[in-house]
């Protein structure tokens, strides 16, 4: 005997919300929250209940796991900027998420949001997959994964301070943690490796001394457009290495 076609419309029609059941709990896992449901009905819309708990443009973003914050006192932080969350863009999994509460650890090298599904959970932060961050930002500062496997420079989060035809320079911000003799509180300190990216190679920026040998048939002329422009170029001279890497980029065939 046939089955009757109603019965079998109720059949798929349950079946299909098994299958959203089952994806949810499955992002609840990835992601540690907790939903309810109590308001889930197998005879109404299954997928406007599945949209209504998730958020179409949210779903991406809980793709990741669980991220204790831990601070060691209230005066030094291991973050980018701020202890605070800051609201910045991330493109992750290809899709851009604009308003993000984020979080940057410079100390362990990794990205954190605000749980951005639920209320309850606001500060319950989810650390996002490396691989999947094509780039965040941070008060107008772009940060990009690279993991280029080149020795120069080890796989992880750096700040593109400039992008042209031939030559890029990029930042990697980190902290380092030490005992204060003082206070006998923890200490972070920042410091920043600079790097310059020229055809398809990264060679760390220790000072003017490196423009020199890359750019070696220029000695003579970037010594002199350094001291007209009065440039300052050292470690921490962000602007200076951006406007020589500028005027190299005519030095580059």
């Not at 046939?2 to 992002?27: D, E, H, M, T, W």
């Not at 209940?49 to 443009?57: A, S």
């Not at 509460?101 to 954190?112: K, Q, W």
């Not at 990216?197 to 070696?216: A, D, V, W």
């Amino acid at each position: 005997m046939a089955a009757c076609p109603l019965f079998q419309k109720a059949s798929i029609r349950r079946l299909n919300a098994l299958v959203l059941i089952v994806i949810f709990y499955g992002l609840c896992h990835t992601s540690l929250a907790q939903y309810s449901t109590i308001s889930l009905n197998l005879d109404q819309d299954v997928n406007q209940w599945f949209d209504h708990q998730i958020g179409k443009e949210n779903a991406g973003l809980i793709h990741g796991h669980y991220q204790v914050i831990t601070r060691a006192n209230y005066i030094y932080h291991p973050f980018y900027g701020s202890d605070r969350w800051v609201t910045g863009q991330v493109r992750y999994r290809n899709r851009l998420y604009e308003n993000v509460a984020l979080m940057y650890n410079i100390l362990e090298d990794y990205l954190i949001i605000q749980h951005p599904t639920n209320l309850i959970l606001i500060n319950q932060p989810i650390r996002l997959e490396e691989n999947w961050v094509d780039y965040f930002t941070i008060a107008k500062h772009v940060f990009k994964y690279i993991d280029t496997g080149h020795p120069s420079i080890t796989p992880g989060y750096y700040e593109e301070l400039y992008k042209g035809k031939a030559l890029s320079v990029i930042v990697k911000r980190e902290k380092t943690g030490s005992i204060n003799s003082s206070n006998k509180l923890m200490k972070y300190t920042q410091r920043n490796k600079h790097f310059i990216e020229l055809g398809k190679n990264y060679y760390r920026i220790r000072g003017m001394s490196t423009y020199f040998k890359l750019f070696k048939p220029h000695k003579k002329e970037l010594k002199a457009y350094i001291k007209a422009k009065g440039l300052i170029i050292g470690k921490d001279r962000d602007m200076g290495l951006v406007q020589l890497t500028k005027y190299c980029e005519r030095m580059v065939p």
